[in-house]
């Protein structure tokens, strides 16, 4: 079945200590990217990569780091997490063209982070 | 990017046909009009494109008049499980495939 995983689904954790979410995706996409959603706020794009080796910032990129080195994989890292950062986090990945025509994005199923 | 504004919420009665319109005055040449649709504690699931004129899916239809100021998503016969919030994006290619999600309209289906 065609799908983006995260793990894990729930985290609460305390401030300060290091946690990695991953995502994985298995329809070869090109492009991936997280989003954070948040009450009255919508979803926010954080960080995101058309390519292996290829990153960048979106709107909130500020206390996340992120990595991809495998076109499969793309892991959230939150090095020292705060209050301000628990949320519901989604993961997301399309087969980006380059070219003319926007691709749905395929999101997946969340990962709700509370640091304490 | 091109901000969209939608209802905040709607109310419909199974079987009906139920039609949420988007205002997005400053669209670009370059921008789609794209709609996704989000059930709690899920991520948003992709509906339904279009760049101008009418498209259908076996999901839902996509109206935009020819000065795409605006884009109308109609959903035929809505069911409880229609029940969602519905967001209206205006995507643009070059912009990293960056999704810009507002409030969305939540849509409350009853019996």
């Known amino acids: 079945e065609a799908q983006v995983t995260q793990n894990p689904r729930y985290l609460i954790t305390v401030t300060g200590k290091k946690l990695t979410v991953t995502c994985s995706q298995n329809m070869n996409h090109e492009y991936m990217s997280w989003y954070r959603q948040d009450p009255g706020l919508g979803l926010r794009q954080i960080y995101y990569?058309?390519?292996?080796?290829?990153?960048d910032k979106g709107d909130v990129p500020e206390g996340y780091k992120v990595s991809r080195k495998e076109k499969r994989n793309f892991p959230l890292i939150l090095e020292s997490p705060s209050p301000n950062q628990t949320s519901l986090y989604f993961c997301?990945?399309?087969?980006?063209?380059?070219?003319?025509?926007?691709?749905?994005?395929?999101f997946g199923p969340g990962t709700r982070l509370t640091v304490l | 990017l091109a901000k969209t504004t939608q209802p905040i919420s709607m109310d419909s009665y199974e079987g009906q046909e139920v039609n949420i319109t988007c205002s997005h005055n400053?669209?670009?040449?370059?921008?789609?009009i794209t709609w996704y649709q989000q059930f709690p504690s899920q991520g948003p699931r992709f509906i339904i494109q279009?760049?101008?004129t009418k498209v259908t899916n076996e999901v839902a239809s996509l109206f935009i008049p020819a000065d795409r100021k605006s884009s109308t998503l109609s959903l035929p016969r809505v069911s409880l499980s229609d029940t969602a919030v519905y967001y209206c994006?205006?995507?643009?290619?070059?912009?990293?495939?960056?999704?810009?999600f507002g409030g969305g309209t939540r849509l409350m289906v009853k019996p």
């Open positions: 990569s058309m390519n292996v080796e290829v990153t």
């Open positions: 994006l205006v995507v643009t290619n070059n912009a990293g495939n960056m999704l810009t």
């Open positions: 279009g760049y101008k």
């Open positions: 400053n669209i670009a040449t370059n921008d789609y």
């Open positions: 997301a990945s399309s087969p980006y063209s380059g070219g003319a025509n926007y691709n749905e994005q395929f």
